[in-house]
C-alpha cells in the first residue's frame, strides 16, 4: 500500500504544526514565569519611590513635565515674552 503525496504533505505539514504549538506553548509558559519571578522580586524589595511626596513613577514623570512646563514660563516671563 501506497502513500499518496497529498497525505505525505499533509501529514508532514499536521506534525509541523505541533512542533511549532509546543514551541510556542514552551515560551509563553517561560515568558509567564519571568513575569512571575519579577513581581516576586518586586514584591520582596517593596514599592520603588522616586519623589519626596511618596508618589511613584508615573506621577513622578507627570511632576517632572509639570516642572519643566513651569521653567519654560519662567523662561518665557523672563525674556520678556508674553505668554
Not at 500500500?1 to 504544526?17: H, K, N, R, Y
Not at 508615573?58 to 513635565?65: F, V
Request: aromatic fraction near 6%; include cysteine; charged fraction near 25%.
Amino acid at each position: 500500500m501506497m502513500m499518496s503525496p497529498t497525505l505525505v504533505i499533509a501529514s508532514t505539514c499536521f506534525f509541523g504544526m505541533c512542533i511549532v504549538a509546543f514551541v510556542a506553548l514552551r515560551a509563553w509558559q517561560g515568558w509567564l514565569e519571568l513575569k512571575r519571578q519579577e513581581l516576586e522580586r518586586l514584591q520582596h524589595v517593596g514599592p520603588q519611590v522616586e519623589i519626596e511626596g511618596g508618589a511613584g513613577v508615573g506621577a513622578a514623570r507627570i511632576e517632572l513635565a509639570d516642572m519643566k512646563e513651569r521653567i519654560k514660563k519662567l523662561e518665557a516671563i523672563a525674556n520678556g515674552v508674553e505668554l
